[in-house]
């Protein structure tokens, strides 16, 4: 059980008698279990204020807090809770994960998980509803400290991975994102830009107005840097930052949009430049080591003809063939693939290494059917990889 209890000099003999009995209270009063869920919301990693985040349950908004000016967040769950956070901007992709505190446990326990929430941003034509779905959960895995940790959803990652390296590639590109569907900006009669919420985002809002929390959630430790923050102070920093946006996509010439578009053209005949190399190293590959094969047998041959007086210790019969060995080394995901050739038949080795937050996931497959690390190990030891 952990308590962190801070002292400061006082003088005791000025302290109320009611001061003394709440002080007592307090002390005795059990700690009640919980998962603290806490950590820091990133782009390009580095540190991203006024980011809300939202706890929902059942489709309702139970709770909304702030990360402060340094993107730092934290909240602390009660066991036996299911959540989703839900982190919004303005002009970003929202960013989901769920949270499931189930834990047979009675002990006094405050359990810690750490998690950086990477965002990013949002262009015209990007779904917002395709983001939001839930990109891992934190959940009872363990023992000890290490009791309730986050665990990725490795097919929603590799759905996202796509939407992630567009906005990637735009933000690059210089393009100017776009409000996300929980935001958009109003010009008011003087020409300035204001935030507010969109109609999509109403039902919801109206939903909370009629919730009525249960005791059970009246009695959740408070957030501490939800409860600090000054939200209206960030969210004048937020309406001055759009209305400067907004200014300089105004006075930006048709220039811009030209140089835009021949940035954009000389990436896509560069990268198709880059996947021709790429092609020709395959190909001049793949014929080195036909050719190698080839000289092998060659020699095994030769030796066989040498010893057809006595028994050979040879015996030539070739199992399978390496038809192609590739390797992309991506930005969220290492891919390996070995495509072989069995009395005809072909079926492809896959090796994905998934890289997302904190986590490396990592998967083997035949033929998209999982298999062992040991046996996709052993193909690569048969041909000499």
């Known amino acids: 059980m952990r308590c962190f209890i801070t002292f400061r000099p006082v003088n005791a003999l000025r302290l109320p008698l009611v001061l003394?009995?709440?002080?007592?209270?307090?002390?005795?009063?059990?700690?009640?279990?919980?998962?603290?869920?806490?950590?820091?919301?990133?782009?390009?990693?580095?540190?991203?204020?006024?980011?809300?985040?939202?706890?929902?349950?059942?489709?309702?908004?139970?709770?909304?807090?702030?990360?402060?000016?340094?993107?730092?967040?934290?909240?602390?769950?009660?066991?036996?809770?299911?959540?989703?956070l839900l982190f919004v901007r303005p002009f970003m992709l929202p960013v989901a994960i769920d949270v499931n505190t189930e834990h047979d446990s009675d002990e006094e326990v405050l359990y810690?998980?750490?998690?950086?929430?990477?965002?990013?941003?949002?262009?015209?034509?990007?779904?917002?509803?395709?983001?939001?779905?839930?990109?891992?959960?934190?959940?009872?895995?363990?023992?000890?400290?290490?009791?309730?940790?986050?665990?990725?959803?490795?097919?929603?990652?590799?759905?996202?991975k796509?939407?992630?390296?567009?906005?990637?590639?735009?933000?690059?590109?210089?393009?100017?994102?776009?409000?996300?569907?929980?935001?958009?900006?109003?010009?008011?009669?003087?020409?300035?830009?204001?935030?507010?919420?969109?109609?999509?985002?109403?039902?919801?809002?109206?939903?909370?107005?009629?919730?009525?929390?249960?005791?059970?959630?009246?009695?959740?430790?408070?957030?501490?840097?939800?409860?600090?923050?000054?939200?209206?102070?960030?969210?004048?920093?937020?309406?001055?930052?759009?209305?400067?946006?907004?200014?300089?996509s105004k006075n930006r010439s048709g220039f811009a949009n030209q140089r835009s578009h021949q940035e954009g053209e000389a990436y896509i005949e560069a990268s198709k430049e880059l996947r021709r190399e790429l092609k020709v190293e395959d190909d001049t590959r793949d014929h080195e080591i036909a050719e190698a094969r080839i000289q092998k047998q060659a020699e095994q041959d030769q030796l066989l003809v040498k010893t057809a007086s006595g028994p050979s210790p040879f015996r030539h019969n070739p199992i399978s063939t390496l038809v192609k060995h590739s390797i992309d080394d991506g930005t969220f995901v290492y891919d390996e693939r070995l495509l072989v050739e069995d009395d005809g038949v072909r079926c492809e080795y896959r090796k994905a290494v998934y890289n997302w937050l904190l986590f490396d996931v990592t998967y083997y497959s035949k033929d998209d059917k999982e298999i062992s690390e040991e046996e996709f190990d052993e193909v690569k030891r048969t041909f000499g990889i």
């Open 20 to 84: 003394w009995m709440f002080a007592l209270v307090l002390l005795c009063t059990p700690l009640q279990a919980q998962v603290r869920v806490s950590g820091a919301v990133v782009h390009k990693d580095e540190p991203l204020a006024e980011v809300t985040i939202k706890v929902i349950k059942d489709g309702t908004v139970l709770r909304t807090m702030l990360a402060d000016r340094k993107g730092r967040f934290e909240t602390d769950i009660p066991l036996g809770k299911s959540y989703t």
């Open 162 to 248: 796509p939407l992630y390296a567009e906005s990637e590639r735009r933000e690059a590109l210089g393009e100017d994102p776009v409000a996300s569907e929980t935001f958009t900006i109003d010009l008011t009669e003087d020409g300035e830009a204001s935030i507010v919420e969109s109609t999509e985002s109403a039902p919801l809002k109206s939903e909370v107005e009629k919730a009525t929390p249960s005791d059970a959630e009246a009695n959740e430790a408070p957030d501490r840097i939800g409860r600090s923050a000054d939200r209206f102070e960030v969210v004048e920093q937020a309406k001055g930052l759009e209305r400067e946006h907004l200014k300089e």
């Open 112 to 160: 810690d998980v750490p998690l950086k929430m990477r965002m990013y941003n949002r262009y015209a034509g990007m779904s917002e509803a395709k983001a939001r779905k839930s990109i891992g959960k934190i959940s009872r895995t363990g023992t000890g400290e290490e009791t309730f940790t986050f665990t990725p959803y490795a097919k929603v990652i590799e759905e996202l």
